[in-house]
C-alpha cells in the first residue's frame, strides 16, 4: 500500500511538471530530470514554504508574500482542527479544583496542568508567573504520570466508607495479604492498611517516581513493598504472584475442584480514569479491566489461582453501570458474566445516579431501595446522615418509625401502571406553579409550553394504562397455563389475539411494552435478577471535590463465588470432558431429565468458551426472544436446545408459558439458572456446531455488539 501511495505521488509530481499552473502542494515533487533542483525545494518545504516547482529560484517579493500566507492558512487549518478533536481528551479548569492538602499537593505537582488553558498566566504576583515560567522551561526537569487518572483526596470519605464496610470487611480480611493495583497518591490504601492492618501490602504502582513522596508514609511501615510495575499488565502482575512477594499463598492444587473463599488475600485497585480510555471494542480501559477481573474467576488465574479473591475496585462513576446495570437496557454480557461469577457486587460509595438515557419504572426502584434499607437494618449496618443518596433521605422521610415496617417488595406498589421519570417533568411542574400564581397569562409562551408538557404526559399515563393491562393479560394467560394445562388449544387462541393486539401498537410503544415487561420480569423473581437489585448497602453519596481531577467515582465491592461447572475453563481432552459432564450432572438442579445423548465427537472441554459465544450471540440481540435470539447464534438451534430448557416455561423458576413475539422470555432478561439450562442442553445437542465454526459465525454477525454501551 505504501509503494503504490508513492508511485501515485510521483505520478502527480510529474504531472505538476507539465502543467503551466503552480503546484502549491506539500512536499513538492518533481520528475527524475529535475531531480537537481529536489535539493533546494525539500529545504523550503521542509520549512512549511510552499515552492513553485516550475519558477526559478528568484521569485518576487509578493510572490513569496502570498506563499508564507498560504502556508500560514494551512497551519492555522492544521491546529485549529487538531485543538477540535484534542479538545474532549482535555481537563478543564472547574475538574482542578482543591479542597484538601492532598489535592493541593497532586495539582502542585503539574501533570493535569495541559492544554491551552494551562498556559496562561493565572494571577498577578511576580514570584507565581517566575514559578510557572520556569516549570514551563524545556530545561526544567519534570516528573511525568499519567494524565488520566483520578486520585482519593478525601480522608473522611475513607474513613466512612470502612466504618460502613467494618461488618463484613474487618472479621474477614483482618491481618491478610493486599494486592494494591494503582494506589496513586496512596490516601485510600494508608486507610485500609491502618484498618485491616495486614502481614503484608504489594504496591503495584507504575508511576513509582511521581507518587513515592505521597506513599512514604506507607512505605516506612516493614510490611509494605512497592513495585513499579503496572497491576493491569498481566504479565507484570503474574511476576508478583509468586511465592516471592506471597509466601502465604498456595495456588489451588486442583482446578477441577470448586473454588473456595479466600479471605486472607483482598485485591484493591484505582481503575478510574477520567477522561475515559477507549479501548479496542471496549468503551474504555476499565471496562476491559473489568472484564478481565471477571473472566479470571471463571478460569481460576491471575489472583484467583489462590481461591476466591473479594475484590475492592474504584471506578469513575459512569464506568460502574457496565458491570453493575440497573435495568434491562444496560444488562449486557459484562454484567450478565458478574451475576454468573459473584455472590455479590455492591456499590458502597458513589456519585447521585442522575442518567436519563435508561430508566425503569420508578416503583420498581423505590421498592427496590426498600429492600435494601431492609436488609441493611437486619444486618445491623446504618448510614451516615450526611451520606445519604436524595432516594434514601426521601424513603427516610417517608416512614413513620424507625424500622422499615414496609416489606422489600410491597405488590401493591407494582400493581399500578408504570411511572418513567422524565426530564420535561420537572419542567412542566414549574411552569404549573407559576401559572397558579398567575407569573404568566394564558396564550402566552409558557402557557403553550405548558399545554405542550401537560399534552405529552397525558398520553405518556394513557401507554402506561395499556402497557399495565397488557401484561395483567398476560399473567391471567400464565395462570391458566398453571391450571388447566390440557387445555391448550384455547389458550393459544387467545395468546394469538393478545400477541396481535400488540403488533398493532406503535414501534415506540411497543418498545415501551417491552421495556416495562422486562424490568418487571426480572425484578419480580426470588431474588431478583439484578446484582443491584439484591444489593446489601446503599451507596453512600460522595462529591466531585473528594477527588482529584474533580471526577466522581464509585466503590465497587465484588465478591467471587464457585460458578457452575460447566461455566468454568477446564483443560482439554476427554478426561476433562467427562470430569465436567459428571460434575454438571451431581452439582446442577436443572439439568433436563430427558436430553439427547452427549456426542464425543466435539470437546466439552470447550464449554466455558462457548457459553461466552453463546452469550454474545443473544445479548447482541437481547430485546429479542430466546427462540430468535438463539437462532441467530446458529441455525436449528431453537428447536435443536430449548425444547431441553423446562426452566423457560416454569414461572418457579423465572419461566413464562406463554408464547408468542411478546409472551415469550427476552434474551436480555434470562437469569443464571436458564442461561446454564441453555448451555447443558446446547453441548448435548447432536448437530452443534464446532467451536471455530461458533467463533466464525459469532464473529461476522455481531460485530457490532455493545454499540450503545456508552449511552449514560
Known amino acids: 500500500m505504501l509503494a503504490a501511495r508513492n508511485t501515485r505521488r510521483s505520478i502527480l509530481g510529474t504531472v505538476s511538471q507539465a502543467t503551466p499552473r503552480p503546484q ?20 523550503a518545504s521542509t520549512n512549511g514554504i510552499a515552492t513553485k516547482t516550475t519558477a526559478p529560484r528568484t521569485t518576487s517579493t509578493k510572490t513569496k508574500t502570498a506563499d508564507t500566507k498560504t502556508a500560514a492558512a494551512k497551519a492555522t487549518v492544521t491546529k485549529t482542527t487538531a485543538t477540535k478533536a484534542t479538545k474532549s481528551n482535555q481537563l478543564s479548569k472547574q475538574k482542578l479544583q482543591t479542597r484538601s492538602p492532598l489535592a493541593e499537593q497532586l495539582g502542585a505537582t503539574g501533570i493535569w496542568h495541559y492544554g491551552r488553558w494551562a498556559r496562561k498566566t493565572e494571577g498577578t504576583d511576580a514570584a507565581e508567573t517566575n ?21 482519593i483526596v478525601s480522608e473522611p470519605l475513607c474513613k466512612d466508607i470502612l466504618k460502613y464496610m467494618s461488618k463484613s470487611l474487618r472479621p474477614r480480611h483482618t491481618g491478610c495479604d493486599i494486592i494494591d493495583i494503582y494506589p496513586g497518591a496512596g490516601l485510600w490504601s494508608q486507610t485500609l492498611h491502618k484498618a485491616l492492618k495486614p502481614r503484608s501490602h504489594i504496591l503495584l504502582e ?142 458502597v460509595a458513589g456519585p447521585q445516579h442522575a442518567s436519563s438515557w435508561f430508566v425503569r419504572d420508578t416503583k420498581l426502584d423505590v421498592a427496590s431501595s426498600r429492600g435494601a434499607l431492609a436488609r441493611m437494618h437486619a444486618a445491623g449496618v446504618k448510614m451516615p446522615k450526611t451520606r445519604e443518596p436524595e432516594h434514601v433521605a426521601a424513603l427516610r422521610r417517608g416512614r413513620s418509625g424507625p424500622k422499615p415496617k414496609v416489606p422489600p417488595k410491597d405488590p401493591a406498589d407494582l400493581d399500578a401502571p408504570p411511572v418513567f421519570p422524565r426530564p420535561f417533568h420537572g419542567e412542566q411542574k414549574d411552569l404549573e406553579a407559576r401559572f397558579a400564581a398567575g407569573e404568566f397569562a394564558p396564550k402566552s409562551a409558557e402557557h403553550r409550553r405548558m399545554l405542550q408538557l401537560q399534552y405529552r404526559g ?51 410503544d411497543r418498545q415501551d411494552f417491552a421495556l416495562y415487561r422486562d424490568n418487571l420480569h426480572v425484578f419480580r423473581q426470588d431474588p431478583p435478577v439484578l446484582s443491584w437489585d439484591r444489593r446489601t448497602l446503599e451507596p453512600l453519596l460522595v462529591r466531585d471535590d473528594e477527588f482529584f481531577p474533580n471526577a466522581p467515582c464509585s466503590l465497587l465491592d465484588i465478591q467471587p463465588k464457585a460458578m457452575h461447572p460447566l461455566l468454568r475453563t477446564v483443560s482439554k481432552g476427554a478426561a476433562a470432558a467427562a470430569a465436567v459432564t ?23 472441554g470447550h464449554s466455558g468458551d462457548i457459553f461466552e459465544l453463546i452469550l454474545r450471540g443473544m445479548l447482541s440481540v437481547g430485546a429479542e426472544p430466546v427462540r430468535k435470539a438463539i437462532e ?66 459469532i464473529s461476522e454477525d455481531a460485530a457490532e455488539v455493545d454499540d450503545d454501551e456508552g449511552m449514560d
Open 24 to 43: 502549491w502542494r506539500l512536499p513538492v515533487f518533481v520528475c527524475p530530470r529535475c531531480r537537481s533542483k529536489a535539493a533546494s525545494t525539500k529545504a
Open 131 to 151: 514559578a510557572k515560567t520556569a516549570s514551563m522551561s524545556p530545561r526544567a526537569k519534570k516528573v511525568k504520570g499519567d494524565k488520566n487518572r483520578v486520585n
Open 632 to 697: 441467530f447464534v446458529w441455525p436449528g438451534a431453537a428447536d435443536g436446545v430449548l425444547p431441553h430448557c423446562p426452566s423457560l416455561v416454569d414461572r418457579r423458576r423465572g419461566g413464562v408459558p406463554v408464547g408468542g413475539p411478546y409472551g415469550e422470555l427476552s434474551a436480555r432478561s434470562l437469569n443464571e439458572t436458564q442461561w446454564v439450562e441453555i448451555l447443558d442442553a446446547w453441548m448435548r445437542w447432536p448437530f452443534r456446531p464446532t467451536l471455530p465454526q461458533l467463533v466464525a459465525r
Open 206 to 347: 507504575p508511576d513509582a517516581a511521581l507518587y513515592t513522596p505521597f506513599l512514604q508514609p506507607l512505605l516506612d511501615k516493614p510490611n509494605v513493598t512497592l513495585v513499579p510495575k503496572s497491576g493491569i499488565i498481566w504479565r507484570e502482575l503474574s511476576n508478583v504472584l509468586t511465592p516471592e512477594y506471597l509466601p502465604h499463598q498456595t495456588p489451588v492444587a486442583n482446578l477441577a475442584d470448586p473454588p473456595q473463599r479466600n479471605d486472607t488475600l483482598l485485591v484493591t485497585a484505582n481503575l478510574a480514569f477520567f477522561p475515559k480510555r477507549r479501548f479496542s471494542m471496549f468503551e474504555s480501559l476499565t471496562h476491559l479491566v473489568l472484564y478481565q477481573f471477571i473472566n479470571s474467576i471463571r478460569a481460576s488465574s491471575l489472583f484467583h489461582k489462590y481461591g476466591l479473591v473479594r475484590m475492592l475496585v474504584w471506578v469513575e462513576s459512569s464506568d460502574r453501570h457496565a458491570l453493575l446495570a440497573r435495568s434491562v437496557q444496560r444488562r449486557r454480557r459484562l454484567a450478565v458474566d458478574g451475576e454468573l461469577a459473584t455472590e455479590w457486587i455492591t456499590e
Open 582 to 604: 459428571e460434575s454438571a450432572a451431581t452439582e446442577s438442579s436443572t439439568t433436563p431429565t430427558s436430553t439427547p445423548p452427549l456426542t464425543p465427537t466435539h470437546d466439552l
Open 458 to 508: 397525558n398520553r405518556e399515563a394513557k401507554v402506561a394504562e395499556a402497557v399495565h393491562s397488557l401484561l395483567q393479560r398476560r399473567d391471567a394467560l400464565a395462570d391458566e397455563h398453571d391450571v388447566h394445562a390440557t387445555r391448550t388449544h384455547n389458550i393459544r387462541r387467545r395468546e394469538d389475539q393478545w400477541n396481535a393486539e400488540i403488533d398493532a401498537l406503535s414501534g415506540s
